[in-house]
């Protein structure tokens, strides 16, 4: 089949199903603001020098989703500027910005040359410029994913586990995220699906912790991936649909492209041909507007096989050649070996035994190639590194814990020292008021008895100064009526004797000593009375 040929059906294809797709399904994102764009554009004509960078840092983000091509230009533009400032720093940030577009094209070989070299400057000026610590980071990192994306996966991994052991080392929490997911990813390529589940849920557990959403989703998304190929697509769609609750309405389009993807498996799994056909197509119109040959492979050669499974041999075979075609240039491994295998089975379902040979050999050669055996000792000596790297670091937490521990143990006795100290004053004191409240109770039970026995001698004594008293009264009445009556007596004498005498003079006296005996009889009487 000839290559207009081989053009022919996909346009077709295209053409048939671009007015069938719904909003709901695209969800794209609008294009970014135009007036922001204008704007930045005047400012950066009449700015100069190291004033262009900033602007021109906007601009690139600006076209970076909605115009990867344009993104790109700006991205030169920045890197020229760079050069001819011959700062290292700005060199290193637009070698990065510049193979960030060249991986949206899948210019992955490219982008890891250029990365390697903007790696080699940062190292070389590191420590006169410590802020390009961070760059190396993303180099690292970005390095990882185009090294993935070529299939080099031992290169890759080693790139990941670089950046991952810096970002540890800083605490960088967010960027451990985006490494745990990537590291993942690698082992979802090896089709390692547990050793990338395990890096995935990581990565999801972190992202819980620090409440992380971004990273999330695009987790949440590859997790539901690797349950796919794990034979359980129904856990994986509650993934990926928890991935777009997540963003809701306001999901970027590269979140949107890959969960529409991934869903698209999922239900070719299930064997959901229509309904993973229109999830395909919603992921490929995203990715042609992206311009993002990748997704447009991997979502071309999945349709072809879905028209396939429902009949149409020719529309899938062309499809699948499309995504051939678009893949082999761009070295994407990941396609050619599912594209080599499904026209190999498709041609010897057709007995057409010679195609079908040709394409199992394309197959087998590719994968000799890239899983190697240097590629397993690779792989396996990264591994070993790491988790030497890992058991080191562990070794290193358990002996700080251990002497977390003996710190411990040592402040824990000393406090109990001190509890000790303080019950032992404790007690003293409480010895030393329960004296005190018993010498105070004893005096007061003393005085009380002092008291009661001082109330009755008191109550004795006056009992006896009344008896005495009334003794006394009794006496003073018997010489009261003992002194009237002798008064009386001298009373009666003085009247005798006053008749009898007839001397005048005596019977004066005898007036006299009768009136006083009056007198006195008069005082006895008021006494008495």
């Known amino acids: 089949m000839n290559s207009l040929s081989n053009l022919f059906w996909p346009v077709c294809f295209l053409l048939c199903f671009h007015g069938s797709l719904s909003a709901q399904e695209i969800k794209i994102n609008q294009p970014p603001k135009t007036t922001k764009a204008d704007s930045l554009k005047d400012k950066l004509l009449t700015s100069s020098g190291r004033g262009k960078l ?34 290292s720093v700005e060199i290193v940030k637009g070698g990065r910005m510049i193979a960030y577009s060249l991986m949206d094209f899948a210019r992955n070989k490219e982008a890891v040359e250029l990365l390697n070299k903007s790696l080699g400057i940062a190292q070389r000026n590191l420590a006169k410029y410590p802020d390009l610590r961070n760059q190396i980071k993303s180099i690292l990192n970005n390095a990882g994913i185009a090294s993935m994306t070529l299939s080099n996966y031992d290169r890759a991994l080693d790139y990941q586990f670089q950046s991952l052991k810096l970002r540890e080392e800083d605490g960088d929490k967010g960027r451990i995220i985006n490494c745990l997911n990537n590291i993942g990813m690698i082992f979802y390529n090896l089709e390692d699906y547990d050793g990338a589940v395990k890096y995935l849920q990581r990565a999801e557990q972190l992202c819980q912790e620090v409440n992380e959403t971004q990273e999330r989703k695009r987790v949440l998304i590859n997790l539901g991936l690797c349950h796919v190929e794990l034979g359980d697509p129904k856990q994986a769609i509650i993934l990926i649909e928890k991935a777009f609750r997540i963003c809701g309405s306001q999901c970027s389009q590269a979140i949107i492209k890959e969960g529409q993807e991934a869903l698209g498996f999922a239900l070719l799994m299930q064997k959901e041909y229509l309904k993973a056909k229109a999830k395909f197509l919603a992921s490929l119109e995203i990715s042609k507007k992206q311009e993002d040959t990748r997704f447009m492979c991997e979502n071309l050669s999945s349709l072809g096989q879905i028209e396939i499974a429902l009949g149409n041999e020719a529309l899938g075979i062309s499809q699948l050649k499309y995504s051939l075609q678009l893949a082999e240039p761009r070295k994407l491994t990941k396609t050619r ?120 001698e008191l109550r004795q004594n006056n009992n006896r100064l009344v008896q005495a008293n009334e003794v006394q009264q009794s006496l003073l009445q018997k010489i009261g009526r003992d002194g009237q009556s002798i008064i009386s007596g001298i009373k009666g004498l003085c009247h005798m004797a006053q008749l009898e005498s007839e001397d005048h003079r005596v019977k004066e006296y005898f007036q006299k000593v009768d009136e006083n005996a009056n007198k006195l009889l008069g005082l006895y009487s008021k006494n008495h009375t």
């Open 54 to 87: 900033e602007i021109i840092t906007e601009l690139n983000m600006i076209y970076r989703d909605a115009k990867p091509d344009i993104a790109l230009d700006y991205a030169n533009q920045y890197y020229s500027l760079a050069l001819n400032l011959a700062d």
């Open 337 to 456: 070996l599912f594209v080599y295998e499904e026209l190999s089975k498709v041609y010897k379902k057709q007995k057409d035994l010679k195609n079908s040979l040709f394409f199992l050999e394309r197959y087998n050669q590719l994968k000799d190639s890239v899983y190697s055996s240097a590629l397993i000792k690779n792989l396996a000596k990264i591994q070993s590194d790491f988790a030497e790297r890992e058991n080191i670091k562990t070794i290193k937490s358990k002996e700080q814990i251990l002497l977390l521990n003996e710190e411990l143990i040592k402040k824990q006795k000393l406090q109990t020292i001190l509890i000790a100290s303080v019950a032992a004053l404790l007690l003293i004191l409480t010895g030393v008021i329960y004296k005190f409240y018993r010498g105070k109770l004893l005096i007061s039970i003393k005085l009380d008895q002092k008291v009661k026995e001082r109330t009755e």
